[in-house]
T-cell receptor, first 113, second 117 residues
Framework: AQSVTQLDSQVPVFEEAPVELRCNYS??????LFWYVQYPNQGLQLLLK??????LVESINGFEAEFNKSQTSFHLRKPSVHISDTAEYFC???????????FGAGTRLAVHP | NAGVTQTPKFQVLKTGQSMTLQCAQD?????MSWYRQDPGMGLRLIHY???????DQGEVPNGYNVSRSTTEDFPLRLLSAAPSQTSVYFC????????????????FGEGSRLTVL
């Protein structure tokens, strides 16, 4: 069965430190992968996506993710986090004939001063 | 541009009552979906629609009905509310690639918090 696993439920980190949020997927077919972010009391917003081409994708606010087919991973990284990055982050993939966006359980990133 | 609008934002029901969560989008998106969000479980897909008149089940469809009579609206009906349906519900929409599937780039509403006593 197709699925996505986020390996950490919570990640505490100090401001300006680097961070990695881990995501592994399980699929035997081509995958489209996404990271979404949810700020407190809001809906989710698309952060970045991998559809094809370059395996390294970037967002406008400094996050990047690398698609690694051999390790079936799509980890999210940022070299230096800010307090404003505090949010819950969801990894997702497009399955079910590309009509079902399936989400992981989420990783809560808490950035401390 | 309003995007995806959900109503109501908050609702308290008694077990056995029925209700409808409304969702409307003004982006002319063909694809619409409903998710529920529960702590530690992420978002789980309830139902989705790839266009007017077409709906299908997601991961957790039991106890919920949907219909899609127009491109803009995608209401979610709880037939007989149960405490297990206490959750935050999100409606989302996206466009489709020309002649192809959903892009996966979802636009979410702000959510509807439902409590079933």
């Amino acid at each position: 069965a197709q699925s996505v696993t986020q390996l950490d439920s919570q990640v505490p980190v100090f401001e300006e430190a680097p961070v990695e949020l881990r995501c592994n997927y399980s699929s035997s077919v081509s995958v489209y992968l996404f990271w979404y972010v949810q700020y407190p009391n809001q809906g989710l917003q698309l952060l970045l996506k991998y559809l094809s081409g370059s395996t390294l994708v970037e967002s406008i606010n400094g996050f990047e993710a690398e698609f690694n087919k051999s390790q079936t991973s799509f980890h999210l990284r940022k070299p230096s986090v800010h307090i404003s990055d505090t949010a819950e982050y969801f990894c997702a993939f497009l399955g079910g004939g590309y009509n079902k966006l399936i989400f992981g359980a989420g990783t809560r990133l808490a950035v401390h001063p | 541009n309003a995007g995806v609008t959900q109503t109501p934002k908050f609702q308290v029901l008694k077990t056995g009552q029925s209700m409808t969560l409304q969702c409307a989008q003004d982006m002319n998106h063909e694809y619409m979906s409903w998710y529920r969000q529960d702590p530690g479980m992420g978002l789980r897909l309830i139902h989705y629609s790839v266009g007017a008149g077409i709906t299908d089940q997601g991961e957790v469809p039991n106890g919920y009905n949907v219909s899609r009579s127009t491109t803009e609206d995608f209401p979610l009906r709880l037939l007989s509310a149960a405490p297990s349906q206490t959750s935050v519900y999100f409606c989302a929409s996206s466009s489709r690639r020309q002649g192809g599937p959903n892009t996966g780039e979802l636009f979410f509403g702000e959510g509807s918090r439902l409590t079933v006593l």
